[in-house]
């Protein structure tokens, strides 16, 4: 068997008891990338000095893409981030609707939208891609799911297929997170293939638990089988807790993309 994908792991979330450059280098060791969260919880000298394949961060600290205050505390916060990314040789850069805070709770909530709020998403987007083709990076915009994350403007994955397929530049992809997708749509392999001609990253997780696949219902094997049938070559991060053993969830997630 095989993993035709190009597979990365969340250092963030697995050996919570060693040094995070430790569990970067543990993942060079085993020939997968490494996703990384903020920046400005980290040594990044130490991150260099692993000189892992970091195929995604957070991309911004601060800002939303609702309003034309959020939009420029976006802006500058995506710019200054672009350079860290471009220190470390991250691949992409993600991106959500607004901030996040303690827990993932979005800053700030939001319950009515409407169809302006749209139209300024996309200008604060396209304005993230005129910087990032400046910059020579890319960003994705990442779905997230009405439970853990509630409030967030365009967390749907409809919302960001919608967004990013308008705009259609290669400086903004979809990060296609699928334990989101789950619990909020479900249909995963349908979302798949109707994202796929946007899709910058692939992340999973099984649900409930958000843990390793195989500890939920998700038929991890199956939607890798229905990826490869559609063709997808490129990276899926597992962004998951080890329910038990680190090492063990890694091998689990190595044999679910395993085809």
């Known amino acids: 068997m095989t993993h035709p994908f190009q597979l990365a792991v969340c250092a963030e979330m697995i050996w919570q008891d060693k040094p995070i450059d430790w569990r970067a280098a543990r993942l060079t060791e085993r020939g997968l990338g490494v996703g990384l969260w903020n920046y400005p919880d980290h040594d990044l000298a130490k991150f260099e000095a692993v000189g892992a394949n970091y195929t995604i961060m957070n991309g911004y600290l601060e800002g939303r893409l609702i309003d034309e205050d959020g939009a420029e505390m976006l802006l500058k916060s995506a710019r200054e981030t672009a350079q860290v ?12 609707g607004t901030g996040l805070g303690d827990g993932g709770i979005p800053i700030p909530t939001h319950g009515a939208f409407y169809p302006s709020m749209m ?55 979809i990060n296609l997170d699928l334990y989101h997708t789950q619990i909020g749509e479900g249909d995963l392999v349908r979302w798949c293939e109707a994202c796929l001609p946007w899709i910058g990253e692939v992340q999973v997780a099984d649900n409930p638990g958000r843990c390793e ?14 990826l490869t049938e559609l063709g997808y070559t490129g990276p899926v991060g597992m962004e998951a807790f080890a329910k038990g053993d680190s090492d063990a969830a890694v091998d689990a997630f190595v044999e679910a993309f395993s085809v």
């Open 85 to 96: 990314g471009k220190r470390l040789g991250v691949d992409r850069l993600n991106l959500h």
């Open 119 to 173: 139209l300024r998403a996309r200008d604060t987007l396209n304005r993230i891609c005129d910087m990032a083709e400046a910059e020579g990076v890319t960003f994705t915009l990442e779905n997230l799911n009405p439970l853990d994350h509630p409030g967030c403007p365009f967390g749907a994955t409809a919302d960001v297929l919608e967004l990013v397929s308008s705009i259609n530049r290669p400086q903004l992809r």
């Open 213 to 226: 696949p195989g500890t939920g219902e998700i038929n991890y094997k199956g939607v890798a089988r229905a």
